[in-house]
């Protein structure tokens, strides 16, 4: 069977292509919609959803593994990792590493549930020189933020041998300011891999 363009045109209207922001919203809302399902239609839906994402990660490295075979599609390889969210489907796909960064934030995603239930949250600023620099966001009721600042720090150097040292950047910085004031508290790792010291 022959299909034309005229064809495959005239049976599907002209869908504008939606923007990066447009395609987020709609994995939120497709990710709240299932987390709401009952047990066995989430179940179904998150094994249609690791379906999904098995087979791109497939097509995925099926590409790169070519475009790595030819000096040309090595150099546009190189060119197309640097947007965005092609680097993020091929670190989902596991076909790049994530940067430090990247781990970074994926660490304190994973500590984000405990600090919202306390109404707090952080957010990474910046890495440097093995120095990773957070902001502590909101108020984390009943447990101060010195507690706040040593469960993101210790989530952060347990996790990432690369971080020596947790800097807590004030809220009125900018994220790309200078340095942090003498005021600003942090936790160093002593003595190399091990538990942090305030």
Known sequence: MTVTKEAQESRSPAVPPEGFEQRAARLSSAERAVAGLDTEAREVATELIRAVEAHHAAVLQSIVGRLR????????????????E????LVKARIVRPSLAMQAIQVLDGIRPYLQSHNGDVELVRIEGGTAYVRLLGSCQGCGSSSTRDTVAEALLAHLPEIDEVEEVPPEAAPSGAFVPVSALGVRRTGGPGPASP
């Open 69 to 84: 075979q030819d000096d040309r599609g090595a150099e546009l390889l190189y060119e197309i990792v640097e947007n965005p």
């Open 86 to 89: 092609v680097y993020a489907s």
